[in-house]
Each structure stands twice: as structure tokens, then as C-alpha cells.
């Protein structure tokens, strides 16, 4: 009976090459070896393009996670981006403690309130440790409860990622409330130091760029040798036909819980290394649109593929950075004409043109044959 699950894989299979994740994780490592080298020197990258370089990894990062769930596992989440600010905000909450710590001047949200002290809930948040294990460990409780409650349920499809939406909606209310003790409307800001060196050092961007490309390519070798191996079987077996892989005895609702959780938790790492490099974080990481945007860097670069989403998130948000400051009014236009191009000819997103085009040459060919 075990033999079975992978006889659903090699029936169904992925239409879109398979292969390249370890050749681009090696590319990013030694693109983080090489930025930490270069940073050390003025004749190296600037800041603001290592900055850059380290944001559009997290946000591959970011695809990465989702593509896991969504391009295998056959879960469409319309809001990661809880899990995205859950792990921005608890390296938001390290930050400001470190600082007020070191500084006594409290941040905006303590002023704004008329508190003379943190609130409870940042207790030992100034040890980076603790906040690292809170970063793993808290987005893959809350991914637990949620998914447990839903998956057990049975909640799929459309609902699912309705509800997913739903969650990230009401986080994002919660929020914005001043008395929360996350900044409210504002967010968090003036952050300073983080493990002792200075936010804008130049050596400290290096570090948090290659930290952000390392992340991108361990996630990329390690989710590649995942899917491979008999558990990615299962998860496609999932998304294919769970119907049949419960008939044949498996217990699907752990084989969900559990690529659910490493989702969340890749989701949260990759908000924890975004906020030290942008220097604020606000309930704006928590809004549907950008849950749906991370949805549209999967779809664009190929689901279920990793390489493509990753290369979809970068190449997706380097536009956008770069027409939003030339052209801010062509951006929605732009993104509008990408998502119809792949929906229309490219279904399995830009990794597979390739596989299109042989497709249309198939078509071609047999209509000049009946011709």
C-alpha cells in the first residue's frame, strides 16, 4: 500500500523543469560570501543596493515559503503575511528593547501612551537568543492551532484561503490599536543596534544581506532535497488526489500540519531579517494586498517549482521598485498585464516557457496535419 502514494507523483508529475534549486542556492551562498567580502571595503557595493539585494531575498524567501504549501501541497494561503509580521514584529520588539536599554529614551509608542515601562510581554526580548527562538517557535504554534482547527475540519479550496485572508485581516485590526504595545498605526521604529553592532554601519548591512541570501538558499537546497524525498511525495500525492491518499490509509491531516507549520516558520524568518534592513515595521506587512501580492510572485514565476517562485518574487519586486519611483501610475498596469500573460499562455508561470512554446509547436503542427 505504501508504494502507491508515489505512483500518483509519477502520474501526475510537474510540468515545469525540476533541478535548478541547488545550482541557484550555490549561486546566492556565493553571492552572500562575496557581499560580506566586498562590504568590508569602500570600493565595494553600496549600501543601498545591499539593502536592496538583502529585500528582494526575503521576499524569496517569502515566495519560497508559500510555493511549498500552495505549488505542492495544493494549500492556497491568501494570508502569510501573518506569519511574515509575526516575525517582523518580535525582532521589531528585540530592537526597541535593545535600544531603550542602551539609550532611556522610550520609543513612540511608550510616549504616545504614557508609559514609563515596556509592556509585560517584552520581558527578555533584549537577549537576541530568545527572541530567535520565539521567531521558530511562535509562528509554528499559531500555524499549528489554525491548521489543526482547519485542516481536521476539512476546510479547502476557496475556503481555506478565504479564511487565511480572514485572520490576516483581523491581526492587521488588532494591530493597529495603540494599546497593544506594537506602535499602532506608526509601527516601530528607531531601532539602533542589533547584536551589539550598529544598524548603519556598512559592515552591518553586508551581514544582514548575506544572512538574507544564505536564508534564501538554504531554504532552496534544503525544500528541493524535501520535495524530493518520500514526505514531498506524499504532499503531492495531497495536493493531487487526497481523497484516494486517505482511502489508502494515510492519515493526511499530520502530512498538512506539518508542511503548514515549516511554511509559517520560513514565512517568519523571512520577516525578521526583512525589518532590521528597512528599519520599521508596521501593521502595513499585515494588509491583505501584500498576502495577495506573494500569491502573484508564486503564480508568475512557476508553482511548485521553488526556483520559480523565488526568481518571481525578485524579478516582480525589482519592478516594482523600479517603476514605482519613475512611473508610480504604469506599476498596476504592468503587474495587471503580467498576471493575464501567464494565466492566458503561461499557466505554469515563467519557468515553464519553455514547455509553452513546445506546446504551441505541438498545436501548430497538428493543424497544418489536419490541414
Known amino acids: 500500500m505504501n508504494a502507491l502514494a508515489p505512483t500518483i507523483v509519477r502520474r501526475r508529475g510537474f510540468a515545469v523543469p525540476q533541478g535548478l534549486a541547488g545550482p541557484v542556492a550555490a549561486v546566492l551562498a556565493a553571492a552572500a560570501v562575496a557581499v560580506v567580502v566586498a562590504g568590508r571595503t569602500d570600493a565595494g557595493p553600496s549600501v543601498y543596493l545591499m539593502n536592496l539585494v538583502g529585500q528582494a531575498a526575503v521576499y524569496g524567501l517569502l515566495a519560497v515559503a508559500l510555493d511549498l504549501i500552495w505549488g505542492y501541497a495544493g494549500i492556497l494561503s491568501l494570508g502569510h503575511g501573518l506569519y511574515f509580521a509575526i516575525g517582523g514584529y518580535l525582532i521589531a520588539m528585540h530592537l526597541v528593547t535593545v535600544a531603550f536599554h542602551t539609550s532611556g529614551t522610550p520609543p513612540d509608542f511608550m510616549l504616545f501612551m504614557g508609559w514609563t515601562e515596556l509592556p509585560v510581554y517584552y520581558a527578555g526580548m533584549d537577549m537576541l537568543g530568545y527572541s530567535a527562538a520565539l521567531i521558530l517557535l511562535l509562528p509554528a504554534l499559531v500555524a499549528f492551532l489554525f491548521g489543526l482547527v482547519s485542516f481536521r475540519s476539512r476546510v479547502t479550496g476557496v475556503y481555506f484561503a478565504i479564511i487565511t485572508q480572514a485572520l490576516v485581516y483581523v491581526a492587521m485590526l488588532l494591530f493597529f490599536r495603540n494599546d497593544t504595545g506594537f506602535g499602532g498605526n506608526n509601527g516601530m521604529t528607531g531601532f539602533t543596534h542589533i547584536a551589539g553592532q550598529p544598524l548603519s554601519e556598512r559592515g552591518t548591512v553586508a551581514v544582514l544581506c548575506a544572512l538574507s541570501l544564505l536564508a534564501a538558499a538554504a ?101 516594482k521598485f523600479l517603476l514605482t519611483a519613475w512611473i508610480p501610475v504604469l506599476w498596476p498596469f504592468v503587474l495587471s498585464a503580467l498576471v493575464l500573460v501567464v494565466v492566458i499562455t503561461l499557466p505554469n508561470g515563467f519557468l515553464d516557457a519553455g514547455g509553452a512554446l513546445a506546446r504551441l509547436r505541438r498545436r501548430a503542427a497538428g493543424g497544418e496535419g489536419r490541414a
Not at 226 to 239: D, E, I, K, N
Not at 296 to 316: D, E, K, M, N, S
Open 219 to 319: 531554504a532552496l537546497f534544503g525544500l528541493d532535497r524535501l520535495v524530493r524525498s518520500r514526505f514531498g511525495h506524499m504532499l503531492v500525492a495531497v495536493r493531487d488526489d487526497e481523497a484516494r491518499l486517505r482511502f489508502l490509509g494515510y492519515d493526511t491531516l499530520w502530512i498538512k500540519l506539518a508542511v503548514w507549520c515549516l511554511s509559517a516558520v520560513l514565512a517568519a524568518v523571512a520577516g525578521a531579517l526583512y525589518v532590521p534592513q528597512v528599519g520599521i515595521v508596521n501593521p502595513r506587512v499585515l494588509s491583505p494586498e501584500l498576502s495577495l501580492e506573494i500569491a502573484v510572485w508564486v503564480a508568475i514565476g512557476g508553482r511548485g517549482t521553488l526556483v520559480g517562485a523565488f526568481l518571481g518574487a525578485v524579478v516582480i519586486t525589482t519592478l
